[in-house]
């Protein structure tokens, strides 16, 4: 149920930055990729581990760089670290102990990572003709 739940939160979130407008400036995506790297970090703190807190920051770290490569260099870095992250959360457990992560987040996060990249792969590839290029090869 987690995964239908991370699914159906990222499509909304996705449908409302389309509708919104939010999703034409270029710091979009890469805002999403922080915040979401974000919560780990959160929950080091809810479970009161300084050694998760630790790792969770480091790693978040890591996330938060590939944003502002991402940012400044090319929104395709950007696709990769949203998946990445994704599949991070579901072998998450399998790295660090964080008492604080909900049992149901690992699936809940691979779902909304997982649609939200797919979503930003798909307009990167819309705005630069990706599926014009295609369609006239054929």
């Given at each position: 149920m987690e995964y239908l739940i991370g699914v159906v939160l990222g499509a909304g979130t996705c449908v409302f930055a389309r509708l919104t407008g939010f999703d034409r400036e270029r710091v979009f995506y890469p805002m999403l990729l922080v915040f979401i790297a974000t919560y780990y970090i959160a929950f080091a703190v809810m479970g009161r581990s300084v050694q998760a807190l630790t790792t969770e920051?480091?790693?978040?770290?890591?996330?938060?760089?590939?944003?502002?490569?991402?940012?400044?260099?090319?929104?395709?870095?950007?696709?990769?670290?949203?998946?990445?992250?994704?599949?991070?959360?579901?072998?998450?457990h399998l790295f660090i102990e964080n008492p604080g992560v909900p049992v149901w987040w690992p699936g809940f996060c691979l779902g909304f990572d997982v649609l939200a990249s797919g979503v930003l792969a798909a307009l990167l590839m819309r705005r630069s003709g990706f599926a014009r290029t295609l369609t006239s090869r054929n």
């Open positions: 920051s480091l790693v978040a770290g890591l996330f938060l760089a590939v944003a502002v490569v991402g940012f400044k260099k090319n929104l395709w870095f950007v696709v990769a670290a949203l998946a990445g992250h994704g599949v991070f959360d579901f072998f998450h």
